[in-house]
Structures are given as structure tokens and as C-alpha cells.
T-cell receptor, first 116, second 116 residues
Framework: AQKITQTQPGMFVQEKEAVTLDCTYD???????LFWYKQPSSGEMIFLIY??????QNATEGRYSLNFQKARKSANLVISASQLGDSAMYFC?????????????FGIGTKLQVIP | GAVVSQHPSWVICKSGTSVKIECRSL??????MFWYRQFPKQSLMLMAT?????????EQGVEKDKFLINHASLTLSTLTVTSAHPEDSSFYIC????????????FGPGTRLTVL
């Protein structure tokens, strides 16, 4: 089974609207972390938000929030008030293991395009 | 803080030559560094995990004799692609795990390798 599944190859959103990028994951590790990264065309990976498996509340970072539904194994990213600069690839990732023994697996990504 | 640099940012080489890519943590010490490869329009795939002072751990399917990894200090890891071939053309991204115990990997800006 895929460890990280992103089912939306591409998404369009109107500027100033909110958009949800889907991510589901699969792990048997009780302790894990979920990340979202943004990759613009320049290639660098920009960290957006992190959710630990034991965190009780959904993570939020400015316009980014993570809708963490543990029972459903989903970790959707919500971007509010989209901006033109949000156009990029977005990767969901999961960390299993700790310290130097950790392994991060990435999804295939969702290409988000913000329309003026 | 938590800045990771890579050098060079892009390189073009002839088939059969070797190319060295450096990954440096600029403002923190990293006991563990990771090397990823990203083919066009694909996700990041972990190649190997590099712990300072010890041999790298390679993922299945990654040839350790072709992709030489050296992590000689707490701030520097190098990836050498030996006898490069056109199929090795890819975007190589490193990440570093702080020695402080944080579980967040900090990514470098990537190196685009083109083998002619």
C-alpha cells in the first residue's frame, strides 16, 4: 500500500478563496509526523506545517491549517485566502521512526494554480 | 536559522565523469543528513541516510558504489555521482537533521544535474 496518497494531480483556486489539498497516509507506527511542503518552480522545498500523531489539536501556521483526522488517516492541507504566490507543487510527507533512524516518505504532489 | 545550502545549484557534465555535490548545514550541527532524488514531475525519493562518522545507509535499488556519500563532519555531507550517465540526470536534494534532537529535517535548495 502507498504510504502517502495524494489523489489530486492538479487543483485550481480563485485568488482569495480557500482550497483544500487532500492527503491520506498509511502506517502501523504509533508515533509519526505529517508534513506539508511547498515546492515552487525553482525547486526548493519550503516547509509549511507539521502535525504530530499525538497532537490533539489541528496544526495551524498563518494561512495554512492541517485538518488531521487520525481515524481516517487523513491530513488535508487547507490554504485560506489564496494568493498568486501560492501557485506551486505541494507535497504531503510522513515521518516514521525517530532521530537518525527516521524515514520520510513523500506523496506524488498536487500542483496548485491560483487564478487571478 | 536552520539553513542548509547545496553546491553547486546546477551542473552539466559529460557521460562517464564524476560529479560531487555538497550539502552544508550553515547554522546548526547535523548528525544525520539525507539525500533525495527527484525526477521531473515526480516526488522526492530517499536515496540514503548519512550519519556523521559512519557509513551511509542506502535505500533498496540505490547503488552505493555509484552514489558515494561522505559525512565527514557535523556540517557537511557530500554525494558523488560516479561515472555519471544521462539516466542519472535529476534534481538532488539533501536535508539535515539537527543534532539538538528536533525531528524536523531542513532541506537544501537542491542541485540540478544534467548528464550529456
Amino acid at each position: 500500500a502507498q504510504k502517502i496518497t495524494q489523489t489530486q494531480p492538479g487543483m485550481f483556486v480563485q485568488e482569495k478563496e480557500a482550497v483544500t489539498l487532500d492527503c491520506t497516509y498509511d502506517t502501523s507506527d504509533p508515533s509519526y509526523g505529517l508534513f506539508w511542503y511547498k515546492q515552487p518552480s525553482s525547486g526548493e522545498m519550503i516547509f509549511l506545517i507539521y502535525q504530530g500523531s499525538y497532537d490533539q489539536q489541528n496544526a495551524t501556521e498563518g494561512r495554512y491549517s492541517l485538518n488531521f483526522q487520525k481515524a481516517r488517516k487523513s491530513a488535508n492541507l487547507v490554504i485560506s485566502a489564496s494568493q498568486l504566490g501560492d501557485s506551486a507543487m505541494y507535497f504531503c510527507a510522513m515521518r516514521e521512526g525517530i532521530g537518525g533512524y527516521q524515514k520520510v516518505t513523500f506523496g506524488i504532489g498536487t500542483k496548485l494554480q491560483v487564478i487571478p | 536559522g536552520a539553513v542548509v545550502s547545496q553546491h553547486p545549484s546546477w551542473v552539466i557534465c559529460k557521460s562517464g565523469t564524476s560529479v560531487k555535490i555538497e550539502c552544508r548545514s550553515l547554522d546548526f550541527q547535523a548528525t544525520t543528513m539525507f539525500w533525495y532524488r527527484q525526477f521531473p514531475k515526480q516526488s522526492l525519493m530517499l536515496m540514503a541516510t548519512s550519519n556523521e562518522g559512519s557509513k551511509a545507509t542506502y535505500e533498496q535499488g540505490v547503488e552505493k558504489d555509484k552514489f558515494l556519500i561522505n559525512h565527514a563532519s557535523l556540517t557537511l555531507s557530500t554525494l558523488t555521482v560516479t561515472s555519471a550517465h544521462p539516466e542519472d540526470s535529476s534534481f538532488y536534494i539533501c536535508s539535515a537533521l539537527p543534532a539538538s534532537g528536533s525531528d524536523e529535517q531542513f532541506f537544501g535548495p537542491g542541485t540540478r544535474l544534467t548528464v550529456l
